[in-house]
């Protein structure tokens, strides 16, 4: 098994198409898809396109449906939710499905869908992604960070360190081996110098402090726990998880 980590969709090449692709969006959209999938949603769809997610989900039972849409951080007129993985209590969540569509989290998503295996990681299901990897040990493997309109995201990074450092510690795997270019050293090395003080991390990054300009400070405190959560999103078919 090799390793690459990306720092954004626009640095992770498409071609050749990677064995197994994990899209990581820590604030907040796949500790989002975390959250309502161990809350008992049927699926998560994701969506680039506003309009194309309020299209779809139109001929949905709406008993069945929430739909939810974030931009700038806010929740997007006419959806009933925002990206907060806060705002999803099992109630409302249990057997429905979420449409979902988020400034970077769902074109990161949307960058890798042609994996024949995709998953989705956060802090808080790590370990399930991990355990996946180590079991399956797919011949490449990207993390796909989805940083920020472009632009480098501590969060992901350090997310996708922490995957690394889960998989060298298990002993099953050696650095040299396993890293398939030097991001995914870089990453660890972030990884091993925030791994006590995450929360701090977070709220040091760029998207973190947008975060807290909007009183979002509970959703860095959630986003940045590790392994609370044993679920593993995977891809069925383009853009349902
Ligand atoms: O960019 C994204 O996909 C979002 O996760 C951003 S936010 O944390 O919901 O603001």
Redesign the pocket.
Known sequence: MKVYCYHTPELTPIEPTPACAVAI?V???TTTIATVLAAGAEAVQAFSDIDKLMAVSESWDPSKRLRAG?RG?AKVEGCDF??SPLEYKRDHVLGCRLFLS?????RALQRVEAAPILLTAALVNRRAVVEFLAQTQPETVYLVG?G?QGSYSLEDTVCAGAIIASLVESGSFNLAELAGNDETVAALALYEQWRDRLVDLMAIAS?GQR?LRLNCNADLEYCAQEDILDVLPRQQTPGVL
């Open positions: 969006d604030l907040r959209a974030e951080g925002g990206n988020t400034t970077n989290g769902t989805s920020w998207h975060l």
